[in-house]
Nanobody, 120 residues
């Protein structure tokens, strides 16, 4: 069973960058579609980005387009979310999730999240 684990969160100033990582040493990321979700305090969890099983297709929320990039490195067994030009509204807990079918399907496996805080 896949058990994704996020890392890379932290405190960053507005306009800065962070790279989040999602890894599962016991799994094989190449077999899954992966998504990053964000949950801000008092708000519902929302999908930020998703990458297909073969890595050929990606999709982003409107707020993430042009600033965030999701990639999958099968050799490192890791999925990344590069976040640039961060704004305070990007703050929240970021979760990594995986589906063994596609981005359009329910995510079956979830990490515990990593906190991102963007100061003004």
């Amino acid at each position: 069973q896949l058990r994704p684990a996020e890392s890379g969160g932290g405190l960053v100033q507005s306009g800065g960058s962070l790279r989040l990582s999602c890894a599962d040493p016991g799994g094989v990321v190449a077999h899954y579609a992966f998504a990053w979700f964000r949950q801000a305090p008092g708000k519902e969890r929302e999908e930020v980005a998703c990458i297909s099983i073969n890595g050929a297709r990606t999709r982003y929320s409107d707020s993430a387009k042009g600033r965030f990039t999701i990639t999958k490195n099968n050799a490192e067994n890791t999925v990344y979310l590069q976040m640039n030009s961060l704004q305070p509204e990007d703050s929240g807990v970021y979760y990594c999730a995986a589906s063994n079918i596609a981005c359009e399907y329910k995510m079956d496996f979830w990490g515990k999240g990593t906190l991102v805080t963007v100061s003004a």
